[in-house]
């Protein structure tokens, strides 16, 4: 299977935790992104990379939140201090050109 | 911040109806997308449509670009039992055709009665 995979699929913490997700992109996609979908909801933009710049945050990513992708191929997305208000599921997706690919997503249960 | 308006929330059909949501801005979208989600799932792309007016078909599936760019249409024609799912809407406003943030409605569930 060549798509969008994440790891893990599912994370349970405790409140206080830090956790990390992984994203791995469909080979040779430059852009990679990440959203967040609480339930009831659509997906929300988090942030998105070309490579390995991150090109735009928006005002949902609290400074607990860091995202990296340090060689232009998979990227972390790193939640500290973790608060039950993150519970969630986080959508990676990717692009080469003009159409978003998405992952299975990882869902988080803060405690 | 931005947020798409999609209706019907709900939809409950019959096996073999057409069925017909649609999404609306108050501002202007250069791309507009359909997607599907699975439960438990990430969303699946369905169609995409970049210029205003354009209508696309994929299968059963028809989508519009409205032609003001603040609004789109979804429909299915002849429903099955695995169209069941959610239907999101998605718009992106900056040049650069989907490969800008998205901006998601709520969703439309459609239940499929057999």
């Known amino acids: 299977d060549t798509g969008v995979s994440q790891d893990p699929r599912h994370k349970i913490t405790k409140r206080g935790q830090n956790v990390t997700f992984r994203c791995d992109p469909i080979?040779?996609?430059?852009?990679l992104y990440w959203y967040r979908q609480t339930l009831g909801q659509g997906p929300e933009f988090l942030t998105y990379?070309?490579?390995?710049?991150?090109?735009?945050k928006s005002r949902l990513l609290s400074d607990r939140f860091s995202a990296e992708r340090p060689k232009g191929s998979f990227s972390t997305l790193e939640i500290q201090r973790t608060e039950q208000g993150d519970s969630a599921m986080y959508l990676c997706a990717s692009t080469q050109t003009d159409t978003q690919y998405f992952g299975p997503g990882t869902r988080l249960t803060v405690l | 911040g931005q947020q798409l308006n999609q209706s019907p929330q709900s939809m409950f059909i019959q096996e073999g109806e057409d069925v017909s949501m649609n999404c609306t801005s108050s501002?202007?979208?250069?791309?507009w997308l359909w997607y599907k989600q699975d439960p438990g799932e990430g969303p699946v792309l369905l169609i995409a449509?970049?210029?205003?007016?354009e209508l696309t078909s994929n299968g059963r599936l028809t989508a519009q670009f409205g032609i003001t760019r603040k609004d789109s249409f979804l429909n299915i024609s002849a429903s099955i039992p695995s169209d069941v799912g959610i239907y999101f809407c998605a718009g992106a406003q900056s040049p650069g055709r989907g490969n800008t943030p998205l901006v998601f409605g709520k969703g439309t569930r459609l239940s499929v009665i057999a």
């Open positions: 990379f070309q490579n390995e710049a991150q090109l735009e």
């Open positions: 449509l970049y210029k205003a007016g």
């Open positions: 501002s202007i979208f250069n791309t």
């Open positions: 080979s040779e996609h430059n852009r």
